[in-house]
């Protein structure tokens, strides 16, 4: 869960009610406390549904359906990936596969055909719970259901996602991530200190995260995969990005093999995805052009 952009009345008050519950049950029901904190951090905010849902008047893509783990994973393409080399697109938390629309039209010129879905919980995808480790399975369920890509394209923690689904059973030629996140204590940190969970209960709310993935927070850093990629990256952060510091970006460019990093000014956390100048490198990075 990541603040909102925007404070409506209604979200206020949840907050505030959050908030208040949280400094009294870290203290006097911290089982509670931490169950309910565990479904928050996993659940998207309710604008993912809503803004894919306005998007499908405006939709230029062909929607399919993957299944992945039991679950109805939405996909949205343009071009034909069976006959084109095509573009991964990957989103961020609480956002949605139709975010890439823009994307479309210069991918297409490019010649490629292009890929994006909704991760589970979020958009028209099944689920309602999602974390990490899910961002994970489906990025490569996708990759794998329509085979090795030209090149990928991951914002925020699809960033995050793709560093460590790559080569499971499908790859990339290329790849370019925007904003992306690298550090899940961090962000668990960042969520507790928004919410007013208690610092001490944090390794609470790892250990209730891992029952339900399987998978140790700890194992999820990109310090353990990246060494091992071997596509060129590309690496766009914005250094006033609130959401997903700078610093992560950093260190993919210090774990991952020849990886490139530009940073941008101004741009935050989600303009930088749709921003002209980001977009053209992106593009000539994907095309083969380096940056030095």
Do not use: N
Not at 24 to 40: D, K, Q
Not at 268 to 273: A, C, W
């Amino acid at each position: 869960m990541k603040p909102p952009r925007r404070f409506g009345v209604r979200t206020v008050a949840t907050l505030l009610g959050i908030r208040v519950a949280y400094r009294f049950g870290s203290r006097f029901a911290p089982a509670r406390t931490i169950g309910h904190a565990a479904r928050v951090f996993q659940t998207p905010l309710p604008s993912s549904r809503e803004r894919a849902a306005h998007a499908l008047a405006t939709m230029t893509a062909r929607r399919e359906t993957v299944r992945v783990g039991g679950e109805a994973v939405a996909t949205y393409v343009w071009g034909d990936p069976s006959t084109q080399p095509y573009v991964l697109l990957a989103h961020g938390w609480s956002s949605m596969g139709l975010r890439w629309e823009s994307w479309a039209p210069q991918l297409l010129a490019k010649g490629w055909a292009a890929v994006a879905f909704d991760q589970p919980a979020h958009g028209h995808s099944g689920g309602g719970l999602c974390t990490l480790p899910d961002f994970v399975r489906t990025v490569a369920a996708i990759g794998r259901h329509y085979g090795d890509a030209e090149g990928v394209v991951a914002h925020s923690l699809g960033g995050a996602a793709v560093t460590l689904a790559l080569d499971d059973g499908w790859t990339a030629k290329r790849v370019v991530l925007i904003a992306p996140a690298a550090d899940p204590q961090a962000a668990t940190r960042r969520f507790a200190r928004f919410v007013r969970l208690s610092e001490h209960l944090r390794g609470s709310l790892h250990d209730a995260l891992a029952k339900r993935t399987g998978i140790a927070i700890d194992t999820l850093h990109i310090r353990h995969h990246a060494p091992a990629r071997r596509q060129p990256v590309l690496v766009l952060h914005d250094i006033f990005d609130r959401d997903v510091p700078v610093e992560e970006g950093e260190q993919y460019a210090e774990h991952w093999p020849g990886a490139t990093l530009l940073k941008t000014r101004h741009l935050g956390h989600r303009r930088i995805v749709d921003d002209e100048a980001v977009m053209a490198a992106a593009l000539s990075f994907l095309s083969g052009t380096e940056f030095r």
